[in-house]
């Protein structure tokens, strides 16, 4: 039987999220809260995801707090190591480490109706009891790794990017890689430099757009710091790229399209000269119903001499290698799988149970839903980060959760002393305003993708992120109800 520990707030997860919740705590004068972290150190995906050439795909400037800029990004674009290294920085900056309960991975939570407060358990049998549950677990957190036939006889090292094991080496190997996507598109013109081959597995092609990375020179990394004014500006800039050029091409609007997909072309056509490779590249669904990828080294890598692209399904592995659709069976050494994450059931193998002991998957049974992304019906005091209906494919998802914390801490304010619930009819009210949008919007002209269950687009914002700002001020009080009144 494990022990009890007592906390008025309890976090789970060290990622942006959890962090900003935590230093958000703090800054209003509550110190008495927990985060749980299944790790050993914080960073969330930005732990996770080390395999090379991991970067971030939206402007670094962008990519970190309003209120603790980093004026010393070495790349336009940073780095997985550097955004780790500013995670740390600003866990200690902010005296949150205090707060980590490291190496606790939660099995599951419950609410207790009577006590008004949460019970969550570790898998070491501790259990945590808050009265108020904020889960911080990101959106991509369970690596997929699709079950060929044959999986299990291939006799090389397979792994997926997310799981980069430490000290592989792929340097004069035959290597496969499966997926072509935003993690595949990073990491292979690092392992095209180093290995003997790379065959790259495609199943559909993706609009890549270049993002003309550059290292910042000191003289701008010293402007940056002594004028933080103009970063903030900078800044401005980068997310007017995202509100007034990428976001049309999501919300299919023709000329930003247009001019999206002549950008691919022309950068495409650039290093691929062959008309058949350019066919097999050019993508057969709508800009921005992916998610649109940026990349100039992208097709260098696939130019090179030593890279190839297998543009037929897989069959199955041989103990060899991979048999694919054009009955070819192409031996590999190693094979890296770039197939994405589990985005359904929202919290896999977490069981959350809420009122009348109503588990969070039934409720979501058919794709997730939330008020504004933060609350569901029936799960008082539950509040969530990178909730269902917030990810965008054009902006900062850093940006969007500072805009959560400020959120969830009004409804905490709110519901001193008390349960707070948000209320059915105001959750259906905005759950239909969000699918009737986003069927308007480039996401819905694709059958499958990540931000999908079915048919319903359960994971993507419909909006601009100006608008996120604006509804994300200030909750509707009549929207939620406290109890006792
Ligand atoms: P993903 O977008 O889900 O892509 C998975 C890739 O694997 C796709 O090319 C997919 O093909 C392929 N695939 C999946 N199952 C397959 C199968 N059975 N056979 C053959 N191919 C298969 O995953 P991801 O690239 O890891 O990216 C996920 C998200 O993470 C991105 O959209 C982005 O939001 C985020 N991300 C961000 C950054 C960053 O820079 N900040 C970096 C990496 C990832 P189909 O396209 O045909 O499905």
């Given at each position: 039987m494990g022990n009890t520990v007592k906390t008025d707030v309890l976090i789970i997860g060290t990622g942006f999220g959890g962090l900003c919740m935590s230093a958000k705590?703090?800054?209003?004068?509550?110190?008495d809260f927990i985060i749980l972290e299944k790790a050993d150190g914080v960073g969330g995906t930005w732990r996770e995801n080390r395999y090379p050439g991991a970067e971030c795909d939206i402007a670094s400037v962008l990519y970190s707090y309003s209120f603790y800029p980093n004026p010393?990004?070495?790349?336009k674009w940073a780095k997985?190591?550097?955004?780790?290294?500013?995670?740390?920085?600003?866990?200690?900056?902010?005296?949150i480490r205090k707060h980590i309960r490291f190496g606790q991975h939660v099995s599951g939570a419950q609410f207790?109706?009577?006590a008004g407060r949460w019970s969550v358990k570790t898998a070491d049998g501790t259990i945590y009891s808050a009265r108020f549950l904020v889960t911080a677990l990101g959106q991509l957190h369970h690596a997929k790794t699709p079950g060929f036939k044959g999986q299990d006889i291939f006799k090389g090292p397979q792994f997926h990017t997310a799981e980069w094991p430490e000290g592989v080496d792929l340097r004069g190997k035959n290597v496969a890689i499966i997926g072509n996507a935003a993690s595949a598109i990073q990491t292979i013109p690092e392992i095209a430099k180093i290995a003997k081959t790379l065959t790259i597995y495609q199943r559909s092609a993706n609009w890549i757009i270049p993002k003309r990375d550059r290292p910042y020179s000191r003289f701008e990394k010293g402007v940056a710091k002594l004028v933080p004014g103009l970063s903030k500006l900078y800044r401005g800039f980068w997310f007017g790229v995202g509100e007034f050029l990428m976001y049309p091409m999501i919300r299919g609007r023709k000329r930003r399209s247009?001019?999206?997909r002549a950008m691919c072309r022309s950068e495409m056509k650039k290093f691929i000269k062959d008309p058949d490779m350019q066919a097999a590249l050019t993508p057969d669904y709508p800009i921005g119903a992916k998610r649109i990828l940026l990349s100039e080294t992208y097709y260098p890598a696939l130019a090179r001499e030593n890279v190839g692209l297998v543009n037929v399904p897989i069959k199955a592995l041989t103990s060899e290698g991979i048999h694919a659709g054009d009955d070819i069976k192409r031996p590999h050494d190693v094979i890296v799988y770039?197939?994405?994450?589990?985005?359904?059931p929202f919290y896999k193998d977490l069981p959350i149970l809420g009122e009348n002991g109503v588990e969070l998957g039934e409720h979501w049974d058919g794709g997730a839903f939330a008020y504004h992304g933060v609350m569901t019906s029936g799960f008082p005091n539950l509040f969530m980060l990178y909730g269902p209906n917030t990810n965008s494919g054009h902006t900062s998802i850093v940006f969007k959760l500072e805009n959560q914390v400020n959120y969830i801490l009004q409804l905490l304010e709110r519901a001193e002393g008390k349960t707070i619930r948000v209320n059915k009819?105001?959750?259906?009210?905005?759950?239909?305003?969000?699918?009737?949008?986003?069927?308007?919007?480039?996401?819905?002209?694709?059958?499958?993708?990540?931000?999908?269950?079915g048919e319903k687009i359960d994971l993507n914002w419909p909006g601009s992120g100006i608008e996120y700002k604006r509804r994300m001020k200030t909750p509707i009080n009549q929207d939620f109800h406290t109890s006792p009144e």
């Open positions: 705590l703090k800054a209003s004068g509550k110190e010393t990004w070495d790349f997985q190591k550097q955004i780790l290294d500013y995670l740390n920085r600003f866990t200690d900056d902010m005296n207790d109706e009577g247009w001019l999206g770039a197939t994405g994450f589990y985005t359904h009819d105001a959750e259906i009210r905005y759950n239909e305003e969000m699918q009737t949008r986003l069927a308007d919007t480039s996401w819905a002209k694709i059958d499958k993708s990540w931000y999908k269950t």
